[in-house]
């Protein structure tokens, strides 16, 4: 079973637009691709997301069951969700005002441990010479298949 933290940072002051875009990128990288990453973005969002990052790294190395490798951690989930609107008045002309909305968001990030990979031993391994010696052009419905009898056939 993989082990998994997260991180929140609640009351961002950025829209949660703008930071989902910044969340975009480091989906699904490790986390060292993922630092790197946010410290070359040039957005403002990005250094708050890396604090984000950073505690949820911490997290998960206090979680029980995490093995100790950093390297096979990766950011399983990266998400900004709306948080208050803080309204706030401008003056208009003729006695007017014209409300503007300061919007904030909740940045949420997911790390979890990649699961080692265990060789499959028997039966289809890789050299044995058994189930995955076809050529791609003798698997039906192909397009080497296709290709193949349309050569054959002019």
């Given at each position: 079973m993989a082990v998994e933290a997260q991180a929140t940072a609640r009351g961002v002051r950025t829209s949660a637009q703008k930071a989902g875009l910044v969340c975009s990128l480091i989906r699904g990288?490790?986390?060292?691709?993922?630092?790197?990453?946010?410290?070359?973005?040039?957005?403002?969002?990005?250094r708050e997301l890396a604090k984000v990052l950073r505690s949820a790294v911490a997290n998960i190395q206090q979680a029980?069951?995490?093995?100790?490798d950093i390297e096979r951690l990766y950011v399983s989930a990266c998400y900004a969700n709306q948080g208050q609107s803080m309204k706030r008045v401008r003056p208009a002309p003729m006695g007017r005002a014209y409300r503007v909305v300061k919007r904030t968001a909740h940045l949420t990030v997911k790390v979890s441990e990649r699961p080692l990979k265990i060789a499959a031993v028997g039966a289809g391994a890789v050299g044995t010479g058994t189930a995955g010696d076809e050529t791609p052009a003798a698997k039906p419905g192909g397009a080497r298949a296709k290709k193949a009898?349309?050569?054959?056939?002019?």
């Open positions: 990288k490790s986390v060292n691709q993922a630092v790197a990453t946010l410290q070359f973005t040039p957005k403002i969002i990005a029980d069951g995490f093995g100790g009898a349309k050569t054959a056939r002019a």
